[in-house]
Nanobody, 123 residues
């Protein structure tokens, strides 16, 4: 089972920014499409954004489009999620995982979730 390590979360005021990082433990990310997912309290996991293995496709959920940007740094073997103009409704635990990614959607590959990183948007 692939293990992902998420970092970069924190407490930020509405309108603020955070950059989340995703790394793999024991494997290289460039072999996989990578997705960011989130789970707010009392809700199901939600796909937020993804980048395909080839980088030819990215996807953003409607709720984050225009505010979040996903990117890869293959030299650092890291996938980032730059989150700008954060809103209280973005508060959730954010997870990265292997994903099927196409320009109109995304779905998680495999079972289980990592530890995630908490993002809290509050004044």
């Amino acid at each position: 089972q692939l293990q992902f390590v998420e970092s970069g979360g924190g407490l930020v005021r509405p309108g603020g920014s955070l950059r989340l990082s995703c790394a793999g433990s024991g494997f290289t990310l460039d072999s996989y499409g990578i997705g960011w997912f989130r789970q707010a309290p009392g809700k199901e996991h939600e796909g937020v954004s993804c980048v395909s293995r080839s980088d030819f496709a990215t996807y953003y959920a409607k709720s984050v489009k225009g505010r979040f940007t996903i990117s890869r740094d293959n030299a650092k073997d890291t996938v980032y999620l730059q989150m700008n103009s954060l809103k209280p409704e973005d508060t959730a635990v954010y997870y990265c995982a292997a994903a099927h990614c196409w320009d109109r959607g995304m779905s998680k590959k495999g079972n289980g979730w990592g530890q995630g990183t908490q993002v809290t948007v509050s004044s």
